[in-house]
């Protein structure tokens, strides 16, 4: 059974800070995924890692995937409001469009 | 490109009860895959589906069963319901895009069972 660890699981900050959320497994992922939940919604994309060291800049976020492919982490630099919510980390293996999530770091940022 | 919608949006059954919960993918996107997201044990697959065909499945008993038609749509099915099946159950369209599948949730079906 695959697993991946989020942490933390909360993280409550204000305005202007920075912040990592971590995601770590014992598992290699052929890519992995992370997505921003909020309340009576869906997960929505926010970026896809494939190459083992990759990392991907969207706006103040910042995504890095580990060099063994076994972990990865979201630093936000100057978190706004707007940035209040869930995020959560997902692995895909093997073939098909199957995914194993993370337990998600909830976020709130207070102004 | 209209996206991802699922019915009901909300559902109420008792135990023993059957539900069956439905997905409309997004265009021309024929994997469709379902997951149960519950407060204690997060986002957990239970089952993908491509051109009508069951290509994974996760570690759910077998009251839980899906299938998908021609058009790509599909839907899930819960028989003899337990109070522990009540959770939201998302939908994912999936189109493959650069080596990797990009997903596409739906805002999900909040099942209460009661």
């Known amino acids: 059974t695959q697993l991946l660890e989020q942490s933390p699981q909360f993280l409550s900050i204000q305005e202007g800070e920075n912040l990592t959320v971590y995601c770590n497994s014992s598992?290699?992922?052929?890519?992995l995924q992370w997505y921003r939940q909020e309340p009576g919604e869906g997960p929505v994309l926010l970026v896809t890692?494939?190459?083992?060291?990759e990392v991907k800049k969207l706006k103040r976020l910042t995504f890095q995937f580990g060099d063994a492919r076994k972990d990865s982490s979201l630093h936000i630099t100057a978190a706004q409001p707007g940035d209040t919510g869930l995020y959560l980390c997902?692995?895909?293996?093997?073939?098909?469009?199957?995914?194993?999530f993370g337990g998600g770091t909830r976020l709130m940022v207070k102004p | 490109k209209a996206g991802v919608t699922q019915t009901p949006r909300y559902l109420i059954k008792t135990r023993g009860q059957q539900v069956t919960l439905s997905c409309s993918p997004i265009?021309?996107?024929?994997?469709v895959s379902w997951y149960q997201q519950t407060p204690g044990q997060g986002l957990q697959f239970l089952f993908e589906?491509?051109?009508?065909?069951?290509?994974n499945k996760g570690n759910f008993p077998g009251r839980f069963s899906g299938r998908q038609f021609s058009n790509s749509r599909s839907e899930m099915n819960v028989s003899t319901l337990e109070l522990g099946d009540s959770a939201l159950y998302l939908c994912?369209?999936?189109?493959?895009?650069?080596?990797?599948?990009?997903?596409?949730f739906g805002p999900g079906t909040r099942l209460t069972v009661l």
């Open positions: 994912a369209s999936g189109i493959l895009a650069g080596g990797s599948y990009e997903q596409f």
């Open positions: 265009s021309g996107h024929r994997s």
């Open positions: 890692v494939v190459t083992g060291g």
């Open positions: 589906y491509f051109s009508e065909t069951q290509r």
């Open positions: 997902a692995g895909a293996t093997g073939a098909g469009n199957m995914l194993t």
């Open positions: 598992s290699v992922f052929s890519s």
